[in-house]
């Protein structure tokens, strides 16, 4: 059984690789939201935001990795993973979240305006939810990359 300080080094450790992937969406001028799924200590799926790359709304860091872990598990359920995501997941990602079973969401910066959590619970019941993790590195991502855009407008 881990230790809550130990875990929390475990999802600060986990967190910051959803924010490496997040700082590559930034590169390819994609919304920077990172993710990347951790069964037990290891990594198993990683994706940013590729929506304008892919001309695919359904692009989200969230939906790419989702589909990277239940590639490597060869399984569409995450019963045993965490999901770590720098921003709140949106209702679309929260309802693919629902049927993979993740066991667990840790997640950075709320999302106010798009997060899942203003229209009611929309996770499976036995998923665990913890928010906050680096959510002002989390955060300054994204606001910087909107800040830069109204600028460019």
Not at 98 to 107: A, S
């Amino acid at each position: 059984m881990v230790t809550p300080e130990a875990q929390l080094v475990l999802d600060e450790r986990f967190m910051r690789e959803a924010l490496k992937q997040a700082e590559m969406a930034g590169y390819k001028d994609e919304v920077p939201i990172g993710a990347v799924i951790v069964s037990g200590t290891k990594i198993i799926a990683k994706g940013f935001n590729q929506t304008e790359t892919l001309n695919d709304v359904t692009a989200h860091a969230e939906m790419i990795a989702f589909t990277a872990a239940a590639s490597y598990l060869n399984g569409k359920y995450l019963r045993d993973c965490t999901l770590y995501v720098t921003v709140e997941p949106c209702v679309m990602c929260a309802g693919a979240a629902y049927w993979t079973q993740i066991d667990r969401i840790v997640f950075g910066a709320s999302d106010d305006k798009r997060g899942y959590h203003n229209k009611g619970n929309l996770l499976h019941p036995k998923t665990k939810i913890m928010g906050g993790v680096l959510q002002d590195e989390c955060g300054t991502l994204v606001t910087r990359f909107f800040a830069k855009k109204r600028k460019l407008t």
